[in-house]
């Protein structure tokens, strides 16, 4: 049965006019061996086909009445779009202006009626605020009323003190400066003191060079390092000044020796 | 198989784009009128075929043309003015199927019972009624027995107008399912009439 519904299929397709010439040729071949069954398709295809092209005995279109149909849609449309632009729930509420203030009574009544709750509140807590290790301040339902003048003179004693005390950061402010103006002075004056002394204590070394000196060359007689350490107090920074040099022949000193060389050996 | 109409000088020669065209962009009711005259005959047969119901089908025709006439503006002229018909029409009628289905619903059993009696697709005679010289042909019985999709898709390829692929975009299933479908049918009226006919196979046309 498959095989015949397939086939049948096939054959549709050829009395259709579908397929190549390879294919038409086989089909025509297979018709050929079983021509009762062919033309049954072919009376299927024919019937068919005459059945579709067989006219209607219709009325013909009716114009006017299409014509009103669209007119009556455009219009309804018409209708519908002029009623949704005026009617206010499509555009919502009109515009509303700012209002003057005060013209509605009733917000006047609702912000009396919210100020008057605030206070009722408020009068019901009892706030406290510590303003210091002695001072407290209380104010609501409870609260010591007494201790507001109290508070206010140690608000008062308070800022005198302030006050004062600003006063006296000021003054001990200036006093600073001035104190330090005179550090700065007396610094000066140490440095250029310092500057004075050291010029005399040089000049006054300078001074004792010579006076050696003189002495050496009057006495011949030359003193060690130690020795000069010793007698001036302090190091010797640069050559001494020594004598020509004496001939060979004469037996030098251990101290001649020492001014020889410039060591002590 | 389209009636000649009498049609104004310079728009009954004119190719249907160009009658779209001219009354798109300037709702030109003449050539729409050509048009739809050049088409309404062919429009009416098919949808009256498929439905069963001459009556339905002139009103159905109706709706059709309303539907250019409304929709003319989302018309491609790059694809054949006929495909876009034919698929309006079939909406159409499938439209008109469904509200007969609601109706049936939405009644008691005796009145759903007398409008299925009244559905084409249930009572060959209807359609036969269309075809009176012919009334005890069989295969128009069968024909009348099978869906109103099958009809409509015989009517559509043996029209000669449309090919699988153009049906296929009418009824937007694929190519190959309207092939298949098509021979099917075929083969089906072809077994039914060899049964009804006692295994002879005889068929009259």
């Excluded at chain 1, 202006?97 to 206070?119: D, E, I, Q």
């Excluded at chain 1, 004598?243 to 020796?257: A, G, L, M, V």
């Excluded at chain 2, 559905?119 to 005679?125: E, Q, V, Y």
């Excluded at chain 2, 692929?165 to 190959?176: C, F, H, K, L, M």
Aim: proline share 4%; with cysteine; hydrophobic share 35%.
């Amino acid at each position: 049965m498959k095989q015949d519904s397939e086939r049948d299929q096939r054959w549709m397709a050829y009395l259709m006019g579908e397929g190549d010439p390879d294919e038409r040729a086989a089909v025509e071949a297979e018709m050929r061996e079983d021509p009762e069954a062919a033309e049954a398709c072919r009376r299927v295809v024919a019937g068919v086909e005459k059945w579709t092209g067989e006219a209607v005995p219709a009325a013909s279109l009716d114009f006017e009445a299409l014509y009103a149909c669209v007119e009556e849609e455009e219009t309804a449309q018409r209708d519908k779009m002029l009623e949704l632009v005026s009617a206010p729930q499509w555009c919502g509420p009109p515009m509303s202006l700012p209002r003057r203030a005060g013209s509605n009574p009733w917000v006047w009544v609702a912000g009396v009626a919210a100020s008057a709750l605030l206070v009722f509140a408020l009068a019901q807590v009892q706030f406290t605020v510590r303003l210091g290790e002695k001072t407290t301040l209380q104010w609501g339902r409870g609260a010591d009323t007494a201790d507001l003048t109290a508070l206010r003179t140690q608000l008062e004693t308070v800022a005198s003190e302030a006050h004062e005390s600003r006063l006296a950061a000021q003054s001990a402010s200036t006093q600073i400066q001035t104190v330090s103006q005179r550090n700065s002075m007396m610094q000066e004056e140490f440095r250029q003191a310092t500057a004075g002394l050291a010029w005399m204590q040089r000049a006054e070394s300078q001074q004792r060079y010579r006076d050696v000196e003189t002495l050496m060359r009057l006495t011949g007689v030359y003193p060690s390092a130690n020795e000069w350490t010793e007698a001036s107090g302090e190091t010797r920074r640069q050559p001494f000044p020594f004598p020509e040099k004496k001939k060979e022949s004469e037996p030098s000193s251990p101290d001649t020796r020492i001014m020889k060389t410039g060591k002590e050996y | 198989m389209a009636a000649s109409f009498a049609v104004p000088t310079g728009t009954e020669n004119a190719s249907d784009r160009d009658l779209m065209t001219r009354f798109t962009k300037n709702r030109d009711r003449q050539a729409f009128e050509v048009l739809a005259r050049r088409w309404d005959a062919r429009v009416v047969a098919f949808l009256a075929k498929a439905c069963g119901d001459l009556d339905s089908a002139e009103d159905l025709r109706q709706e059709v043309f309303l539907r250019v006439y409304r929709y003319a503006d989302r018309y491609d002229p790059r694809y054949a003015f006929s495909t876009w018909l034919f698929r309006i029409a079939c909406n159409v009628r499938k439209t008109w199927a469904r509200g007969q289905v609601r109706r049936i619903e939405t009644t008691g059993w005796e009145d759903g019972a007398e409008a299925m009696a009244r559905m084409p697709d249930s009572a060959p005679g209807a359609l036969e009624r269309l075809t009176q010289g012919e009334a005890r042909d069989r295969l128009r019985g069968e024909i009348a027995r099978l869906e109103p999709d099958e009809r409509e898709l015989l009517l559509l390829r043996f029209e000669r107008e449309f090919g699988f692929r153009e049906i296929a975009e009418i009824q937007e299933i694929p190519e190959t399912t309207v092939k298949s479908r098509f021979y099917r049918i075929l083969e089906k009226l072809k077994v039914e009439l060899g049964e009804s006919d006692g295994g002879k196979g005889k068929v009259t046309s």
